[in-house]
């Protein structure tokens, strides 16, 4: 994964928006996107200023890749654990994973009986007006 990527998975990851980055970094908006799209060169003063802005070390930004795992400072609180040395936290992450997916299911079963219960409501409105028309 290229540097521009890293940072933005990292900044929505943290659901930050670029203005918010590029305020903190004293820099506009626009300049900060460029450094997004890599459409510019980073000196290593500036990535260390977005490492710190984004909270995490300068390593950390150069070693992210695809076998890492980081999470926002939101419910998933934890640092950043390489996928392959076994830890706590990637348990953690694991398991806080496995139970979101369970409640997305459970979510969606809930929404298709929701949708049948209205079909079923729907027929019996029709049904009633069928036959309230066949009374009159």
Same mark, same amino acid.
């Given at each position: 994964? +290229?540097?521009?990527?890293?940072?933005?998975?990292?900044?929505?990851?943290?659901?930050?928006?670029? +203005?918010?980055?590029?305020?903190?970094?004293?820099?506009?908006?626009?300049?900060?996107?460029?450094?997004?799209?890599?459409?510019?060169?980073?000196?290593?003063?500036?990535?260390?200023?977005?490492?710190?802005?984004?909270?995490?070390?300068?390593?950390?930004?150069?070693?992210?890749?695809?076998?890492n795992v980081f999470n926002s400072t939101?419910?998933?609180?934890?640092?950043?654990?390489?996928?392959?040395?076994?830890?706590? +936290?990637?348990?953690?992450?694991?398991?806080?994973?496995?139970?979101?997916?369970?409640?997305?299911?459970?979510?969606?079963?809930?929404?298709?009986?929701?949708?049948?219960?209205?079909?079923?409501?729907?027929?019996?409105?029709?049904?009633?007006?069928?036959?309230?028309?066949? +009374?009159?």
């Amino acid at each position: 994964m +290229e540097l521009p990527q890293k940072l933005k998975l990292i900044r929505s990851l943290k659901s930050w928006t670029q +203005e918010d980055i590029a305020d903190k970094l004293g820099i506009s908006t626009h300049a900060y996107a460029k450094i997004e799209r890599g459409e510019t060169d980073v000196n290593l003063s500036r990535l260390q200023q977005i490492a710190e802005v984004m909270e995490i070390g300068l390593s950390q930004l150069f070693g992210l890749d695809e076998k890492n795992v980081f999470n926002s400072t939101g419910d998933y609180n934890t640092q950043c654990q390489n996928v392959n040395s076994p830890s706590t +936290e990637l348990r953690e992450c694991k398991h806080k994973l496995e139970k979101a997916n369970l409640i997305i299911e459970e979510q969606e079963r809930e929404i298709d009986y929701l949708k049948q219960q209205v079909n079923d409501l729907r027929d019996m409105i029709n049904l009633l007006k069928k036959q309230e028309k066949t +009374e009159k």
